[in-house]
């Protein structure tokens, strides 16, 4: 038995034959899927995924790429969007400066939510990390200062 511990199976790239890569996974042997969530938006969209395909969960987060799209995003939100039984985890969160350098500000802050939501919610954090070094180590530090986290780095 596997576990995929991170995949997008409802980004657009699957919408054609979604059904037969849970399939084909499922022949595979792999038992669960966490489908990571790289934006809030799409968040009613996965969770009622999950709900229809067994062993299939999501997380909340918003992907450092779209950072700028979610510049006022709260810790807040982010909980509110949690509160299912489908979500078991927040993130893709994090830093990406390979691609998206200009937005630094925007990454770190909606990261510092993500990172507060964890908190508050005791659900583990999913990290993106690309290109940020210290960047991502320090903010990250800071945050277990306050309170602990735990999670997955990437």
Same mark, same amino acid.
């Given at each position: 038995m596997f576990t995929d511990?991170?995949?997008?199976?409802?980004?657009e790239e699957f919408?054609?034959?979604?059904?037969?890569?849970?399939a084909r996974a499922?022949?595979?042997?792999?038992?669960?899927?966490?489908?990571? *969530? #790289?934006?809030?938006?799409?968040?009613?969209e996965i969770v009622e995924f999950c709900k229809n395909n067994k062993n299939i969960y999501t997380t909340v987060g918003v992907h450092p790429e779209l950072a700028d799209k979610?510049?006022?995003?709260?810790?807040?939100?982010?909980l509110e969007a949690a509160s299912s039984p489908y979500v078991v985890g927040i993130g893709e969160c994090g830093l990406d400066y390979y691609y998206? *350098? #200009?937005i630094k500000d925007s990454q770190i802050k909606v990261l510092e939510e993500h990172?507060?939501?964890?908190?508050?919610?005791?659900?583990p954090l999913i990290i993106?990390?690309?290109?940020?070094?210290?960047?991502w180590m320090h903010i990250l530090?800071?945050?277990?200062k306050e309170k602990p986290i735990k999670g997955e780095l990437h």
């Open positions: 511990s991170h995949c997008h199976i409802n980004s919408s054609a034959d979604r059904d037969s890569v849970v499922r022949q595979m042997k792999v038992k669960y899927i966490l489908d990571v *969530s #790289d934006d809030i938006a799409k968040t009613k979610y510049n006022n995003l709260t810790a807040n939100e982010l998206n *350098s #200009d990172i507060k939501a964890a908190q508050e919610s005791d659900l993106h990390n690309r290109d940020a070094g210290k960047d530090i800071n945050g277990y």
